[in-house]
């Protein structure tokens, strides 16, 4: 059994190529819809308030269900729930349109659309992440992540771009709607995926689902490890990034100033995941902590300066480093954990991980008020730092290879 990747070309054309396409056309849906539906909601509401609450609406079931979700994507078919999912959100996407083509715009029918959306993303996210696997060789997991990655950040730029252009010329509603059709595609992509590609079905009740999912991830001391750390790094950036940087940067060079950093940012991610398809990081999970340090200089940039253009620079670098911490820990997840449980450990891990960002993003205002806005960021800036270097005291994280298994003493 050969250990060396699939070249790019054959592996685009096996089924994993058409999940590539698929997760493409939904990441591109997903990226407009960002902006399409703020865009949307206030040329139709006219009031900020009306946006809080619809986003709030989409959240918050997402991670109220995050976890019941991970378990129904390792006990039934993930083609099966990436199919539904996308063909639901397509149907949450047209009803959101027609309201808008035809001017019957509602508060209470767009949260209740909006909770829908946010059901099916607790279901989607869990079956995605846990679907590579099945259509890889476990040699091929970091190029089909990179590959992923690559399509993701792609998306990212372009995708907000064209829900505004289609939101200033057409109006919200049309913009909506072109959401919903690339769902559509992506479901249709989806069908190709063999139906093969499912774990084996499950007896147990869905609560021992749950349960035995906890005691997988608990077990894994590894993974412990990682999404704690993952979790602090989250509330010592997101809060300080989205809001302090925000307000620190457009105040010294406007609202343009803050969108170049952005897009410079979208770029270093871009750029590395193209890289990363070539690059086989041997310890990931050692290499994305070191790596991921540079996520950290943009924060310190902010703290130090403020200035648009220092800011962006060290934003590229720190999209370079981020993206390889995430392709590290996400090939290494997939690799090291059972497929049967997969979806449920990452559902652990992504809620766990992510549970402090509203934390984070309360908690700065008052900090900055208190003691200074680039203070408050260039101490989270030295502390995420530190915060990517703390897993590395673990030898169990040192030392997990790519294939999933801790590297041996003589090694």
């Known amino acids: 059994m050969t250990s060396v990747p699939t070249p790019t070309k054959r592996l685009l054309k096996g089924r994993f190529g058409w999940f590539f396409v698929g997760r493409t056309v939904d990441l591109a849906g997903s990226s407009m819809t960002t902006v399409a539906l703020a865009l949307s909601v206030l040329q139709a509401s006219g009031r900020a308030a009306d946006l809080g609450i619809v986003l709030a609406a989409n959240m918050i079931p997402?991670?109220?269900l995050l976890l019941l979700g991970g378990a129904v994507?390792?006990?039934?078919?993930r083609r099966t729930v990436l199919l539904l999912s996308n063909l639901c959100t397509a149907a949450v996407m047209t009803t959101?349109?027609?309201?808008?083509?035809?001017?019957?715009?509602?508060?209470?029918?767009f949260v209740g659309l909006a909770l829908v959306g946010g059901v099916v993303n607790a279901f989607s996210q869990p079956a995605l992440r846990g679907i590579v696997p099945e259509l890889v060789e476990r040699q091929d997991l970091q190029r089909a992540n990179a590959l992923l990655a690559s399509s993701q950040n792609t998306v990212r730029i372009i995708g907000p771009m064209i829900a505004s252009v289609l939101v200033a010329t057409v109006g919200g509603g049309w913009a909506l709607a072109a959401d919903a059709a690339s769902y559509l595609l992506a479901a249709a992509a989806f069908t190709r995926i063999p139906a093969e590609s499912r774990p084996p079905a499950a007896r147990e009740p869905l609560w021992h689902d749950l349960l035995d999912g906890w005691a997988t991830f608990r077990s894994m001391r590894w993974v412990v490890i990682m999404t704690i750390s993952f979790a602090l790094v989250n509330a010592a950036n997101v809060g300080p990034w989205n809001v302090l940087g925000a307000q620190v940067v457009s105040g010294n060079d406007g609202a343009m100033g803050w969108g170049t950093v952005q897009t410079v940012r979208a770029i270093g991610l871009l750029v590395m995941s193209v890289v990363a398809v070539k690059v086989v990081l041997r310890r990931p999970l050692r290499d994305g902590a070191v790596w991921g340090t540079l996520a950290g200089l943009p924060l310190l940039a902010v703290g130090l300066t403020g200035n648009a253009w220092i800011v962006s620079a060290a934003a590229f670098v720190g999209g370079l480093g981020l993206t390889v911490a995430s392709i590290g820990w996400e090939t290494t997840l997939q690799a090291a954990v059972p497929a049967e449980s997969l979806s449920r450990v990452a559902a652990y891990d992504e809620l766990l991980s992510f549970v402090a960002i509203p934390l984070s993003q309360l908690a700065v205002g008052p900090l900055a008020a208190a003691y200074g806005a680039r203070e408050v960021v260039l101490a989270c800036g030295v502390a995420y730092i530190a915060l990517c270097l703390l897993p590395l005291l673990s030898r169990e994280v040192r030392a997990m290879r790519a294939e999933g298994q801790p590297a041996t003493p003589a090694s």
Not at 73 to 77: H, L, T
């Open 96 to 109: 959101m349109a027609v309201l808008l083509i035809t001017d019957r715009y509602h508060l209470v029918a």
């Open 73 to 77: 994507a390792d006990r039934v078919s």
């Open 62 to 64: 997402t991670l109220v």
